[in-house]
Every structure is written in C-alpha cells, then in structure tokens.
T-cell receptor, first 116, second 112 residues
Framework: GAVVSQHPSWVICKSGTSVKIECRSL??????MFWYRQFPKQSLMLMATSNEGSKATYEQGVEKDKFLINHASLTLSTLTVTSAHPEDSSFYIC????????????FGEGSRLTVL | SQKIEQNSEALNIQEGKTATLTCNYTNYSPAYLQWYRQDPGRGPVFLLLIRENEKEKRKERLKVTFDTTLKQSLFHITASQPADSATYLCALVGTGRRALTFGSGTRLQVQP
C-alpha cells in the first residue's frame, strides 16, 4: 500500500518558538494532502487541506497565520506551528490519497507536539 | 448540523466472539463510508470502504453494512482476537468536500 511518512514523530519545544512538521508521500504523488489534529481521547479534526502549488484551505476556526502550510512539491507538505503555546500541544497527523476516486486515505505516523 | 456518532463507551468482548460497532450519521448524503483502525499514538489505518449502492462488504474477518435509509453503518469483527483491540473510526466525505470527517471512534477491547 501507499506510504506516508511524517517527521518528527515527537517534538518538545518552548512556548513562543516555531515547529515544523514534514509529511512525505514516499511512493506516490499527492497534489492534495490533509492535516488533522487530535487531542487526547478525541477524534481527528481536519485543520486544513494542503494543495500543491497553491494556498492551503483552512477549516473554520483554524488560524492560517499560526498554522502555516506549504505544499512545495507533489511529495512534500509541511505544517509550521508558529509561536507555539501549550494549548497547541496535540497529535498532528497528515494524510494523502494516491487515487482520488477511491477516497481511501493513507495516514502518516503522526507527530506528537508538546509545548512547555 | 452534520454529525457522525459512534458509541463513545468502550466495547469489551471475549476472544472468539463477534464485535459489532455502530456508526450513525445525520445530514450527510455520502457516496461512501469508510472504517479505520487507530492504535494509541499512531495514525489511522484504512480498513474498508463501502459505497452507497452496496449493502454489505467483507474482508477476511471484517464485515461492514451500510443502510442509507437508517443512515447507519455497522462494523463487525468475527472470531475476535486480542490483537483486534484498538479504536475504530468511521469516516465520511461531506457534500462538496474532499476531506474525510471522522466520528469520535469506539474503543474495542478483546479479552483473552
């Protein structure tokens, strides 16, 4: 099956710093990738849709200036959490669909962010 | 408003029994519905997709039903094993959207 890789798998940072999370599709090209956030014991919440070569589409309530998304190539999307605060601590997961018509999503391993 | 509801209480069953999980949705007209498995600290893994014109779909010990009249999907694991213990998520694509929206998930615990 298709493989999506995320890095780092976990990161601890100080409040006020920025953190970049990378999402790569290893064996397919993805014009669209999706970024989700998951708080403990809750479901995945879509944050934004990352589009290769164009601006990301953010969900209502998600600050685009705080969560910067760059989809630089057909295999790489990055999420940068700027000026991170403790409330940004969460599990961030990216996903991609190698074949649009099937609808099946392949997820990265997730990135656990802890802001002190 | 659109909702996807799964039983938030954990389901505990004995090894060898059939586990049945429920997913109900409101204000969606999905072309298909998906089920995923998520282990703690990991990303979800795709299990099955069932289309609106399919009543039932099987894959090994897994079976999914889809009733668009009741707006409900049932997910069955037969001959359950302790290794099946995980959280199971159902997901839909909203009208005019590309991204999946997930239910809150049901945690399954299979006792040996």
């Amino acid at each position: 099956g298709a493989v999506v890789s995320q890095h780092p798998s976990w990161v601890i940072c100080k409040s006020g710093t920025s953190v970049k999370i990378e999402c790569r599709s290893l064996d397919f090209q993805a014009t669209t990738m999706f970024w989700y956030r998951q708080f403990p014991k809750q479901s995945l919440m879509l944050m934004a849709t990352s589009n290769e070569g164009s601006k990301a589409t953010y969900e209502q309530g998600v600050e685009k200036d705080k969560f910067l998304i760059n989809h630089a190539s057909l295999t790489l999307s990055t999420l940068t959490v700027t000026s991170a605060h403790p409330e940004d601590s969460s599990f961030y997961i990216c996903s991609a669909n190698p074949q649009v018509n099937t609808g099946e999503l392949f997820f990265g391993e997730g990135s656990r962010l802890t802001v002190l | 408003s659109q909702k996807i509801e799964q039983n938030s209480e954990a389901l505990n069953i004995q090894e060898g029994k059939t586990a049945t999980l429920t997913c109900n949705y409101t204000n969606y007209s999905p072309a298909y519905l998906q089920w995923y498995r998520q282990d703690p600290g990991r990303g979800p893994v795709f299990l099955l997709l069932i289309r609106e014109n399919e009543k039932e779909k099987r894959k090994e010990r897994l079976k999914v039903t889809f009733d668009t009249t009741l707006k409900q999907s049932l997910f069955h694991i037969t001959a359950s094993q302790p290794a099946d213990s995980a959280t199971y998520l159902c997901a839909l694509v909203g009208t005019g959207r590309r991204a999946l929206t997930f239910g809150s998930g049901t945690r399954l615990q299979v006792q040996p």
